[in-house]
């Protein structure tokens, strides 16, 4: 998760960001896609520090809730995948967005 997290501050303003700022977009539209944009960083280096707490505490609630964010992301970018692309991984984040709550999974499994 700290790595997406990393990617997705450095290598997307860039590649998604910079195309949306430069189009000719009423403000308002601009702005919302960057309160998006900083709403996904921000759940990204929160889900990071959840997934870092657990590695010296416990926390069944916080847990599900990370999981399940991150378990919705996955079903948004496979939704739109296929929707829009017919494809699987015209978007492939949903790929870690389904790997990591997997592993958490299992480390609760296996600590349990």
Request: net charge positive; glycine share 4%; no cysteine.
């Amino acid at each position: 998760m700290g790595l997406t997290t990393v990617v997705h501050l450095f290598a997307g303003p860039p590649e998604i960001m910079s195309p949306i700022l430069q189009a000719n977009l009423r403000p308002v539209i601009r702005a919302i896609a960057m309160v998006v944009w900083h709403v996904a960083k921000l759940l990204l280096a929160l889900m990071t520090f959840g997934i870092a707490y657990f590695t010296k505490f416990r926390n069944a609630g916080l847990s599900l809730f990370i999981i399940l964010i991150q378990l919705s992301f996955a079903g948004l970018f496979l939704w739109y995948n296929i929707t829009l692309f017919s494809v699987l991984f015209a978007l492939p984040q949903w790929t870690v967005f389904l790997i990591v709550p997997v592993l958490m999974d299992y480390a609760q499994l296996k600590d349990a």
